[in-house]
């Protein structure tokens, strides 16, 4: 079992920025693949960010592409999103998510593909 808690969300003016981390415990999880996921009010939960096991690969959706930046710290079992120049339509709960499926040089985008959730953390960003 993977437990993943996230941090860093909250409150920030249009064109701001955030770090998110997501800390795991359980197990290491140099052979996960990694990803972010957001849920904003009243809308279904979509893919935000992917990253391969040893973070050579990385995926964005394309309303993040050139503002967000995946990465991770195996060796602190921990994944990170940076976000700079939030815009209101990021507001969401975001979630960090572990996928356990054999693929090294890959990543899914799909959430139905990752096998565990954190509990999420809030960013709101103001207009």
């Known amino acids: 079992q993977v437990q993943l808690v996230e941090s860093g969300g909250g409150l920030v003016q249009a064109g701001g920025s955030l770090r998110l981390s997501c800390a795991a415990s359980?197990?290491?999880?140099?052979?996960?693949?990694m990803g972010w996921f957001r849920q904003a009010p009243g809308k279904a939960r979509e893919f935000v960010a992917a990253?391969?096991?040893?973070?050579?690969?990385?995926y964005y959706a394309d309303s993040v592409k050139g503002r967000f930046t995946i990465s991770r710290d195996n060796a602190k079992n921990t994944v990170y999103l940076q976000m700079n120049s939030l815009k209101p339509e990021d507001t969401a709960v975001y979630y960090c998510?572990?996928?356990?499926?054999?693929?090294?040089?890959?990543?899914?985008?799909?959430?139905?593909?990752?096998?565990?959730w954190g509990q999420g953390t809030q960013v709101t960003v103001s207009s």
């Open positions: 359980g197990r290491t999880i140099n052979r996960y693949a």
């Open positions: 990253i391969t096991w040893s973070g050579g690969r990385t």
């Open positions: 998510a572990a996928d356990s499926h054999y693929r090294p040089f890959a990543a899914s985008i799909q959430g139905s593909e990752y096998d565990y």
